[in-house]
Nanobody
Framework: QVQLVESGGGVVQAGGSLRLSCAVS????????MAWYRQAPGKQRELVAT???????NYAASVKGRFTISRDNPKNTVYLQMNSLKPEDTAVYYC???????????WGQGTQVTVSS
């Protein structure tokens, strides 16, 4: 059974930093494209950043230059380093794993990030 567990959320002042982690168990982590999404109250879930199996990355325009996604395959973990946080970054952040061969996605339970002004 594949499980994704996020951690690292919290409350931070505008301009501050947080690092989210997502630990994956139950499958071969290196076989997954990993991504971070977020969902603010009353809004649709949106893609924040993606990291592929080869380490290449993509970012939403709203976070480019401030957020960095990375992965540590031996630790089965994906990270999201968030710098220069803004109140509009406030949301529940979810990680998602997509197996590169199988048509199945796995989601974590989410972690709350609150940025105060």
């Amino acid at each position: 059974q594949v499980q994704l567990v996020e951690s690292g959320g919290g409350v931070v002042q505008a301009g501050g930093s947080l690092r989210l982690s997502c630990a994956v168990s139950g499958s071969t982590f290196s076989a997954y494209v990993m991504a971070w999404y977020r969902q603010a109250p009353g809004k649709q879930r949106e893609l924040v950043a993606t990291i592929r199996r080869d380490g290449s990355t993509n970012y939403a325009a709203s976070v480019k230059g401030r957020f960095t996604i990375s992965r540590d395959n031996p630790k089965n973990t994906v990270y999201l380093q968030m710098n220069s946080l803004k109140p509009e970054d406030t949301a529940v952040y979810y990680c998602k794993g997509s197996h590169w061969l199988q048509s199945v996605d796995y989601w974590g339970q989410g972690t709350q990030v609150t940025v105060s002004s």
